[in-house]
């Protein structure tokens, strides 16, 4: 199995940063893509940011220029740096991970628990 573990959310005023980190552990082959979603309460899951195994990154357009997605491939480790924060990024935020535990092995999905950050005006 391939556990992840999230942290560093929290509570910050408007304008403040944080910095998520998601940690992948177990039986991992190769690593396709690394990213981090948010649910909002009452609102569906988004996709914030992605990195894929090709270094390319993707962003939502609501964090572009406010939000970096960068990767440890070593530890097997991606974070999420969120600058200049704003009371919409209050959401849980989710870390995804898509992964193949063996060679010839189909990737697939993994999430992590999730971790709240509540962001005040």
């Known amino acids: 199995q391939v556990q992840l573990v999230e942290s560093g959310g929290g509570l910050v005023q408007a304008g403040g940063s944080l910095r998520l980190t998601c940690a992948a552990s177990g039986s991992i082959f190769r690593i396709n893509a690394m990213g981090w979603y948010r649910q909002a309460a009452g609102k569906k899951r988004e996709t914030v940011a992605v990195s894929t195994s090709g270094d390319s990154t993707s962003y939502a357009d609501s964090v572009k220029g406010r939000f970096t997605i960068f990767r440890d491939n070593a530890k097997h480790t991606v974070y999420l740096q969120m600058n200049n924060l704003v009371p919409e990024d209050t959401a849980a935020y989710y870390c995804?991970?898509?992964?193949?535990?063996?060679?010839?092995?189909?990737?697939?999905?993994?999430w992590g628990q999730g971790t709240q950050v509540t962001v005040s005006s």
């Open positions: 995804d991970v898509v992964a193949s535990r063996r060679e010839g092995y189909r990737p697939r999905d993994y």
